[in-house]
C-alpha cells in the first residue's frame, strides 16, 4: 500500500505522476531510451522512455525462448480535475478569483471546500523558438479553495446544475490582485515575469490518501482513478528486474483518458505501435516474426470499475455485482467499451486460479454504458488478445475517492503473475 500511497501523493498532475514512476524505475536499475533515437537493448534488462511530458512506456526483457511472449499491460496518469485558464485573474470584490475549467468527467460537487493546491507545467523562454525550457511546479500549501453556498440560501437552487462558469470558481485570497498569478509563478520558479510563455496548471485536492473502516480495510484517497492502476504497474515492473521471467513485459501509462485519448500522447494514437516496432527492430526480429509475436501476445487494459454501491443499489447489475473487497475485476461489455471477450476473460481467470487471486466479473447494468477504457482503442490498431481489468471503487470522480486496499494488493499480483508466467504455464 505505500507505493500506491506515494504514487497517489506525488502524481498530484499527469505530468508529476508518470515523473515519479520514471524516476523509481531508473532507481531500480532501468535504463533511459530516446524515443527519437536508434535502440540498443538486451535481454535481462529493463528500459523507460518518456517520449512527451505526462506519459511513459516501461519495457522488461527476460530471457527470450521458447513461450517467450508479449505481455502489454496500459494504464493512464490522468484524473478528472479544474484546469486553470490563461488570463485567469477574475475581477471581483475584495478577493482573487481564479478562472478554471473541468478537464475530464469530474463529480462537481465534491470539489467544494476542499483545500486545493496548484501544479503542472510552466513554459519559460529556452534556447531558441523551437526548443522552450520546461519546468515543473507543485505547490506545498493550499492556494484557493471553493466555497460552497450556505444552505440557508440555496434551497430554490438545490436540484439544478451546477453552473461551472459561475459557481465552480475558486477564491485564492481575500485581497484583490489583478495580476496575481503570474507574480505567484515569479516568486515560486525565480523567473522574470517576461520569460514565462505559457503555463498547464491544474487545481489539486491536497488531502492525503487515509486507510478507513474500522478494520481499516478500506482506502479513500483523491486520484485513486486511475493512479492504482499506475502504482501497479510500477509495482510489477520493478519486480521484473529481480526476477528470471521470459516474456517482454511492457508497461504503458498514457496521458488524456479521461478526455477520449486522442492526442499525442494518448491511447489512442499510434505510439504505442512504433514503439513496438522499435523494440522488434532493437531486438533483431525479423518483422514478420515480430508482428505474428505481437499478435499472440496479450493485453492487460488496467483502469478502475464501478463497484456496488449499497445505497444505490439500483444502479448495479441484478446479477453481476461487484463489491469492494472482494478482489480485482473483470469487464465485459456487449458494446466492446471493454476489450475483454469470453477467451481472454477464461486466461484472466486461469491466472488469477493459479496465483491464487480473488475476481469478480462486472457487466455494467442494461442503459448504463459506463465508461471506455485505453483496451479497444489500443486493440483497434493493435490486433491482439486483451482483457479489461481494475479494482471497484465508489465516488468515481470524485475529488475523494473510496477502494479497498485488499483489492489493489490483488491488482499488483495480477500484474506480477502476468508478466511472469510464460505461453506454455
Given amino acids: 500500500m505505500e507505493t500506491l500511497k506515494q504514487v497517489i501523493r506525488e502524481g498530484v498532475t499527469a505530468f508529476h505522476g508518470a515523473a515519479y514512476v520514471k524516476q523509481q524505475l531508473l532507481q531500480c536499475g532501468f535504463q533511459e531510451l530516446q524515443y527519437g533515437a536508434d535502440w540498443k537493448v538486451e535481454q ?55 478562472n478554471v475549467e473541468p478537464y475530464g468527467g469530474l463529480l462537481k460537487s465534491t470539489w467544494f471546500d476542499r483545500p486545493l493546491g496548484i501544479a503542472g507545467k510552466v513554459v519559460l523562454n529556452g534556447r531558441d523558438v523551437f526548443h522552450p525550457e520546461v519546468r515543473y511546479m507543485k505547490s506545498e500549501q493550499a492556494i484557493c479553495i471553493i466555497p460552497s453556498l450556505a444552505p440557508h440560501l440555496s434551497k430554490e437552487n438545490k436540484q439544478q446544475e451546477i453552473d461551472v462558469q459561475r459557481e465552480l470558481i475558486p477564491i485564492a485570497g481575500s485581497y484583490e490582485d489583478a495580476d496575481f498569478l503570474s507574480v505567484y509563478l515569479e516568486q515560486v520558479l525565480q523567473v522574470q515575469r517576461n520569460e514565462i510563455l505559457d503555463y498547464d496548471l491544474y487545481l489539486y485536492n491536497m488531502e492525503q490518501p487515509e486507510e478507513t473502516g474500522i478494520r481499516g480495510d478500506l482506502f479513500t484517497a483523491p486520484r485513486i482513478d486511475n493512479l492504482a492502476s499506475v502504482a501497479a504497474l510500477l509495482e510489477a515492473m520493478e519486480e521484473t528486474v529481480s526476477s528470471k521471467h521470459k516474456n517482454i513485459a511492457v508497461a504503458a501509462m498514457f496521458d488524456n483518458e479521461e478526455i477520449g485519448s486522442r492526442s499525442k500522447q494518448g491511447a489512442d494514437s499510434v505510439l504505442l505501435l512504433q514503439v513496438l516496432e522499435k523494440l522488434g527492430t532493437a531486438l533483431g526480429i525479423e518483422e514478420s516474426e515480430w508482428k505474428a509475436g505481437i499478435a499472440k501476445g496479450f493485453l492487460l487494459s488496467l483502469d478502475g470499475a464501478q463497484g456496488y454501491h449499497p445505497n444505490y443499489s439500483d444502479k448495479s447489475d441484478p446479477t453481476n455485482p461487484v463489491y469492494l473487497g472482494k478482489g480485482v475485476v473483470i469487464k465485459t461489455s456487449a458494446s466492446q467499451r471493454y476489450v475483454t471477450d469470453s477467451e481472454a476473460s477464461a ?7 493459479y496465483a491464487d487471486i480473488p475476481w469478480q466479473q462486472q457487466v455494467n447494468r442494461s442503459g448504463m454504458p459506463g465508461g471506455q477504457t485505453l483496451g479497444p482503442m489500443i486493440s483497434s ?9 481494475g479494482i471497484p471503487m465508489l465516488a468515481m470522480h470524485s475529488a475523494r475517492e473510496l477502494a479497498a486496499g485488499g483489492d489493489y494488493q490483488a491488482l499488483v499480483k495480477l500484474v506480477k503473475a502476468f508478466y511472469q508466467y510464460g505461453a506454455s504455464e
Fill in 44 to 98: 535481462g534488462r529493463g528500459y523507460v522512455l518518456m517520449p512527451y511530458p505526462a506519459m511513459l512506456i516501461a519495457i522488461s526483457i527476460g530471457e527470450l525462448g521458447e513461450g517467450s511472449a508479449l505481455r502489454l499491460a496500459a494504464a493512464h496518469t490522468d484524473s478528472p480535475c479544474l484546469k486553470v485558464k490563461s488570463n485567469p485573474e477574475l475581477p471581483g470584490k475584495c478577493c482573487v478569483r481564479m
Fill in 381 to 389: 490498431y493493435l490486433p491482439i488478445l486483451g482483457a479489461d481489468v
Fill in 347 to 353: 486466461i484472466i481467470k486461469k491466472l488469477c486460479f
